[in-house]
């Protein structure tokens, strides 16, 4: 738990981990917990609160991996004066109740149909959740573009809808957000530098087969008589493709 205890809040530091080959930088609660190698079965356990909380929410592990600890370091006096675990469990059940009811009293409502004040609150929640990360200098740079990315998502938000494409050179503040779907490289094949980058409402053909030729598994050759039967066997293969693609179009 003291490993991640620095880590927390907008002063928090990073920590660098090595093990085996791999060098790990990094502030995050769950990214820890996951290199070290912890044996205590109730370590294992914030271990896994941690990967729970990342999975279910993508933030707040460093949180949820201290306040699980401090609730294990008052626990352990009672257990010491045998109180029963039950017990101890029933108060902390209680507890929760008393904090979640006093969250809802001091909650702040924004109404949707106020688009402005609606916007303006989700930039600060997404500039308090950068605020801890190596970007926090600029923040206010990707608060607008983090809001864009998730009001772009139907009301049933999934988060595996958003990706982070990292392509190296150029600066932080050259990132953009692009409004449908990015490859963060293209299809390599010659002459691929001449496709276009980009296309506006494209309609796209999702298949379950492969439109090229796969080679025989066994072994298998041609033979020809006549090196001018080569380009007939070519002209073969391409007509095969050619009627595939026919046939997604109608």
Known sequence: MESVRTTLGPRGMDKLIHKGNKTT???????????LDIVHPAAKTLVDISLSQDAEVGDGTTSVVLLGGEFLRQAKPFIEENMHPQTIIKSYRKACQLAVQKIREIQVRVSETDSVAYR????????????????????HFFSPMVVDAILSLDTDMDISMVGVKK???????????????????????????????????????????????????ENAEVRLDDPSQYQSIVDAEWNIIYDKLDKCVQ
């Open 167 to 217: 392509v190296p050179g150029g600066s932080v503040t050259d990132s953009f957000l692009v409004k449908g779907v990015a490859f963060k490289k293209t299809f390599s094949y010659a002459g691929f530098e001449q496709m276009p980058k980009y296309f506006k409402n494209p309609k796209i053909l999702l298949l379950n087969v492969e439109l090229e030729l796969k080679s025989e598994k």
């Open 25 to 35: 930088i990094s502030n995050d609660g769950a990214t820890i917990m996951g290199l």
């Open 120 to 139: 303006q609150m989700l930039e600060r929640v997404a500039g308090t959740a950068l605020n801890s990360k190596l970007i926090s200098s600029q923040k």
